[in-house]
């Protein structure tokens, strides 16, 4: 089971989630959940989601490095730059993944699993606010 969380940066709520059944490539899950990011509203993504400049100008996400070119001292430092900002998005992640229903196999039946991830998505947005 895979799950796309959309994590709002400012008090670090969960906006909205999507699940795909089996593995399923971040970007192709977002494309197919059909979420929609508003155009002045910036997107930071890690690189699972290379390709999404198409469909969201306004987004940011690190450089990948290849054999055959690595990541230079620039690059490395603009990678660096993202990942401290997408920080607060991880710590929430984190926070779902502590109930363990998205970080272990999930093994209970498949039609109860979106709404579960619902469910622990508004607890942790019940403790971001609190």
Do not use: W
Request: charged share 30%; proline share 2%.
């Amino acid at each position: 089971m895979k799950t796309q969380v959309v994590i709002n940066k400012a008090d670090r709520t969960i906006i909205c989630t999507a699940i795909s059944n089996g593995k399923c490539h971040d970007f192709k899950l977002f494309k197919e959940s059909k979420t929609h990011i508003r155009p002045d509203i910036l997107a930071e993504t890690d690189t699972g989601y290379i390709g999404i400049k198409k469909l969201h100008t306004n987004s940011i996400l690190p450089k990948k490095r290849s054999k055959k070119c690595p990541l230079t001292a620039e690059d490395k430092a603009a990678n660096h730059k993202i990942s401290s900002e997408r920080v607060s998005n991880e710590h929430a992640i984190g926070f779902m993944k502590r109930f363990n229903i998205i970080a272990d196999r999930y093994r209970n039946r498949r039609k109860r699993f979106g709404l579960r991830v619902n469910l622990i998505a508004g607890i942790c947005n019940y403790h971001a606010i609190a």
